[in-house]
C-alpha cells in the first residue's frame, strides 16, 4: 500500500473517531437547529484534532431538508422528535482530506432505520461492483448506484455518488468538469492515472431519498483505499 492511501485512511480513521464522538456526547438531539449542531461538530473536531480547515461545507440535515442534494443551501431546521438526521463533513488532517457521511434516526421509526440500513448496505454493494472490474467508468458506477437505490426501494437522490480525494489541496474539483465526479457524463475509467501517472483514489457517495414521504439518507466513506 502507498503513502497516500495511508495517508488517507488515517483521515478516514480519525474522521470516523469524531462521528463516534458525536454519538458518545449525544449532541444530535430534538430541538436543535441544523447550524448549532453543525457549530458543535466544528468544535468537537477543533477539541479532539485541533482542526479548523475543511475541504468543502459542512453539511447537517434534518427532515425533509435531507432530500436535498450537496449542491443546495436550505433552510435551517430544527432537529424534531422521531426526526432522520445526515451529516457529510470534510475536514481536512495534517493537509490529507476525509469526507465522511452518515445517518442518524431518533425514535424507533421502522421506515426510518430501514433507510439507514439500506444506504450501508448498498454502498458496500456498489464498492464490491466497483472492485470486481478491471475497468469502469463514473458513468457505469453512477448507473450502478441508481439501480441499487431501486432494489432497496428507494429513489437515488444525488447528482453524482462519489468524487476524487486526496491531498488538500488537490486539483479543485470543478464542477463543470465531470470527469472528477461518480457521475452520468463521465465517461472516463476510474481506474485510470491522473495527469503525473499516479493512481486516483476516490469517495463513494449514496443518498437514498423518498420524495412523498419528504426523508433521505446518505453514507459516504472512501471507496479505493
Known amino acids: 500500500m502507498n503513502d497516500i492511501k495511508i495517508n488517507l485512511i488515517e483521515a478516514e480513521k480519525k474522521a470516523a473517531n469524531l462521528f463516534n464522538e458525536i454519538e458518545k456526547r449525544g449532541l444530535i438531539i430534538a430541538g436543535k437547529s441544523e447550524k448549532k449542531l453543525n457549530g458543535e461538530i466544528f468544535d ?44 457529510d463533513f470534510g475536514p481536512i488532517f495534517e493537509e490529507w482530506e476525509a469526507d465522511f457521511g452518515r445517518t442518524y434516526v431518533l425514535g424507533d421509526d421502522k421506515y426510518k432505520h430501514k433507510l439507514k440500513k439500506d444506504i450501508e ?39 453524482i455518488a462519489g468524487h476524487l480525494i486526496g491531498h488538500f489541496p488537490h486539483e479543485r474539483l470543478a464542477n463543470e468538469d465531470k470527469t472528477n465526479y461518480v ?43
Not at 127 to 155: C, M, P, R
Not at 194 to 215: C, P
Open 44 to 87: 468537537l473536531a477543533l477539541e479532539l484534532y485541533q482542526i479548523k480547515k475543511y475541504w468543502h461545507k459542512r453539511i447537517v440535515r434534518a427532515g425533509k431538508n435531507t432530500l436535498k442534494p450537496y449542491k443546495e443551501d436550505p433552510e435551517n431546521l430544527i432537529i424534531s422528535e422521531n426526526d432522520i438526521v445526515f451529516i
Open 121 to 159: 448496505l448498498a454502498w458496500h454493494e456498489c464498492k464490491q461492483y466497483f472492485h470486481s472490474k478491471n475497468k469502469i467508468t463514473g458513468s457505469e458506477l453512477f448507473d450502478h448506484a441508481v439501480l441499487l437505490a431501486k432494489k432497496y426501494g428507494w429513489e437515488f437522490g444525488g447528482e
Open 183 to 225: 457521475h452520468p457524463q463521465n465517461n472516463i475509467d476510474m481506474y485510470a492515472p491522473d495527469k503525473t501517472g499516479n493512481q486516483r483514489d476516490w469517495i463513494l457517495e449514496i443518498h437514498f431519498v423518498d420524495r412523498d414521504k419528504e426523508i433521505g439518507g446518505f453514507f459516504e466513506q472512501l471507496l479505493t483505499c
